[in-house]
């Protein structure tokens, strides 16, 4: 199983700010995912970050909002831009196992924006 | 279409019952995966099972048992005599091959009461 640091693990912001949050893996994998937990609901895919490329955004998500870097094979960050009390939420990140057909996640970032 | 249909929103038992939770998947691809996740209060996701499409074997592992039915598009899973810990929101996951990326039901509330 991979083992995934996600870091802070909770933090406070104010409206307006930006908050990013750091996601290391302690293995090499092509695909890393940033979700979205919002209070009492259930996880949305955010995007998927391919190290060597553009990451992937779904519906409803955009680049200037959550940019995402993935630097190397082993380390993501996702960005929550200008925030809003609307983006109060856990933001989790995940990656693959080895076989490529399961997912393992991070601990979990609960952001709260005041 | 992908979708995870997690029936009950919410289930509270006494201590020492045992709790069935429910889950239907739909998905077109003939090659997928199941999963369960337990996500306790302090909002990580652990991993508690992976099922591939093709082997209906049902499991078991301690309390926890799993009855997966391709027939009825079901993947249940049983805690038998249940205890406080574990109080949680369980997640069931599908993960179609060909849409490599996770799909997650609504999510259970099972509260555990002494």
């Known amino acids: 199983s991979a083992v995934i640091s996600q870091k802070p693990s909770r933090d406070i912001c104010q409206r307006g700010t930006s908050l990013t949050i750091q996601c290391q893996v302690d293995?090499?994998?092509?695909?890393m995912f940033w979700y979205r937990q919002q209070p009492g609901q259930s996880l949305t895919l955010i995007a998927t970050a391919n190290q060597g490329s553009e990451a992937t955004y779904e519906s409803g998500f955009v680049i200037d909002k959550f940019p995402i870097s993935r630097p190397n094979l082993t380390f993501s960050t996702l960005t929550v831009s200008n925030m809003s009390p609307e983006d109060s939420s856990i933001y989790l990140c995940?990656?693959?196992?080895?076989?490529?057909?399961?997912?393992?996640f991070g601990q979990g970032t609960r952001l709260t924006v005041v | 279409a992908q979708k995870v249909t997690q029936a009950q929103t919410e289930i509270s038992v006494v201590e020492k019952e045992d709790v069935t939770l429910d889950c239907v998947y739909e998905t077109r691809d003939t090659t997928y995966y199941l999963f369960w996740y337990k996500q306790p209060p302090s909002g990580e996701l652990v991993f508690l099972i992976r099922r591939n499409s093709f082997d209906e074997q049902n499991e078991i592992s301690g309390r926890y048992s799993w009855n997966f039915q391709k027939s009825t598009s079901s993947f249940n899973f049983t805690i038998t005599a249940s205890q406080v810990v574990d109080s949680a929101v369980y997640f069931c996951a599908l993960f179609p091959v060909g849409a490599q990326k996770l799909v997650f039901g609504q999510g259970t509330r099972l509260t555990i009461n002494p």
């Open positions: 995940s990656a693959p196992g080895q076989l490529n057909t399961e997912a393992f």
């Open positions: 293995s090499q994998v092509t695909m």
